[in-house]
């Protein structure tokens, strides 16, 4: 009997290895192997396409702490993620509230126009508010004829670093949103009855009965909108360049440029690695602080 048992769970084992080897090897030659090679290039002082390579040990990581464009990077990293999280989340919010009073007959076809913008290509974005802010568009000149206003949106650091984050948000807001309103939609008809009949509505039921309920959703927001902050891209490079003055410039920007542009690849490799750290060390936090939000909630 124990033999039989034994060879049921042996197949059993089995089949579960069988079933996982496709991710285990998606796994192993997409993210453990360039990991190692990364680990590897940023000990090198190698441009990729020379035969030359000159191993420089940790010379690359030392040198970032020196560097006024990965100085630039870190904390941009943290200038983008507090307005990026905070106004993706209240108009995400926002939005899917106002969605979720619809009738259920258009409900759907307004959440989809709301999520229309994440659909639109980066590049596409950031051509028309180039042209939009350029200093002879129609807006500026608007702004110049009536008010006597004459704004470098993007050469100034005043609002350079402000458009980069309305265009973020712009796009963002309506994907988090559809996942907002999934868990408002989730709430159970009971939970919102029994809120009528004890009498709480409005911002009351908002925040004592709505928000407490969807803490897994909101969570998941907040995760989602963290890696989001940490990596943006597009954006900084068609319209600001990370300029001026550094101001919008960030990880993403930065690692390329050094590889692919100043052809500095090992120095990018270990950008690239300073990146992921501070990126771990980021969520780690915000995933601390989110479980004992949801534990206090009873999730």
């Known amino acids: ?36 090679w990364a680990f590897w290039l940023s000990m090198m002082d190698w441009n990729l396409m020379s035969k030359n390579k ?19 990077a870190f904390i941009n990293s943290y200038r983008y993620l ?12 926002v939005i899917a509230l106002l969605v979720s009073k619809l009738p259920d007959k258009i409900k759907g076809i307004v959440a989809v126009l709301f999520f229309i913008p994440y659909l639109t290509s980066g590049v596409a ?13 129609i807006f500026n000149e608007f702004l110049r004829n009536n ?20 265009i973020v948000v712009w796009k963002m807001s309506g994907y988090y949103a559809l996942f907002i309103l999934s868990g408002i939609e989730s709430i159970g008809t009971d939970v919102n009855e029994a809120a009528a009949l004890d009498g709480s509505t409005g911002l009351h039921k908002l925040i004592h009965v709505t928000l407490p309920m969807i803490m ?28 001026p003055n550094l101001s919008t410039t960030t990880w993403q920007l930065e690692i390329y440029n050094t590889s692919f542009t100043r052809f500095q690849s090992g120095y990018g490799a270990a950008m690239a690695i300073a990146s992921a750290v501070q990126i771990f060390v980021t969520l780690r936090i915000v995933n601390f602080v989110s479980d004992k939000l949801n534990k206090r909630f009873g999730f």
């Open 216 to 243: 897994p959703t909101l969570t998941t927001v907040l995760v989602l909108a963290t890696g989001l902050a940490f990596g943006i891209y597009t954006e900084p490079f068609l319209l600001t360049g990370g300029g």
């Open 54 to 72: 000159t191993f420089v040990g940790a010379k690359n990581f030392l040198d970032l702490f020196s560097d006024p464009k990965v100085q630039a």
């Open 147 to 166: 008010f006597d206003l004459t704004i470098n949106w993007l050469t100034d650091e005043r609002y350079a670093f402000g458009v980069m984050v309305g």
């Open 82 to 93: 507090l307005p990026v999280v905070l106004l993706c989340f209240f108009f995400g919010l």
């Open 1 to 36: 009997m124990m033999k039989k048992n034994n060879a049921t769970n042996r197949r059993r084992e089995l089949v579960g290895w069988a079933l996982n080897a496709p991710y285990l090897l998606y796994s192993l030659v997409f993210f453990l192997l360039p990991l190692i």
């Open 125 to 137: 974005t950031s051509v028309v508010v180039k042209y939009f802010f350029n200093y002879n568009s």
